[in-house]
């Protein structure tokens, strides 16, 4: 990668491509699949700017990010040169509950709700037909890798899940999150961005839980809600 390419030939490209090019080998080099050599300083040298110290990640990270930066990539988390050795395999089991997925629309809000789901160990999640399903390349990508470490299912009948059927809403009437007290087995139901549970799976619900706010902004997004009650119900 990059290896036979000339001076003249990299700086023919448009300030963006180069360091977009940039980008690309040094995410080669924290995955291990080339060393920091010759090529990388040769770029540098070419863009005049200072190399960096193969040894310190937070130096790898950072020109990465400028890299990014410079090539007009828009920051999202799983551009992010995670650090592989940080994770571990879990003996923890799953709980028996199932987290329903009722019309989101935010493939970026689906994956991060599964890096949720299995940070917790909390159970199976269950996709409706208009939700982006695991095979979504955006879903894989900002589930930071454990889409295929957690049980996934298109639903056909939500009447198959574990009721009680409690729906994370903001409801006046909804006891608060930190004062309910979960079941062992129930169904977490999950609403769309825009306007939450659709009327169909409202009339099916059998408990509302809020999470109380205090703030202007009546609202909270679908996967930072979902962590919040997350936390809680693994406790």
Known sequence: MLGSWTENKFLSLPKEQQHK????????????????????HKICSW????SIDSRSFQALSDRFH???EQAGVS???????VIRNSDKESAVPFLPI????????????VGSILRTVEAFRLGAVYFSSATP???NVKVQKTSMGTFDKIPCHRIISLESLPRPFIALETADFAPSLGSFTFPESFTLLLG??????????LKMVDQFVQIP???SKNSLNVASAFAIAASEIRN
């Open 192 to 201: 769309n961005e825009e306007y939450g549970l659709s009327e169909e799976i």
């Open 21 to 40: 090019k940039a980008s690309e080998l040094l995410r080669e080099i924290h995955h291990g699949r080339i060393d920091l050599s010759e090529v990388y």
């Open 133 to 135: 399903f695991i095979d």
């Open 75 to 81: 920051w999202q988390e799983h551009n992010l040169l």
């Open 213 to 215: 706010l205090l703030g």
């Open 47 to 50: 863009l005049a700017i200072a």
């Open 66 to 68: 400028m890299h990014l």
């Open 98 to 109: 199932a987290i329903y997925l009722d019309n989101l629309r935010s493939a970026f809000n």
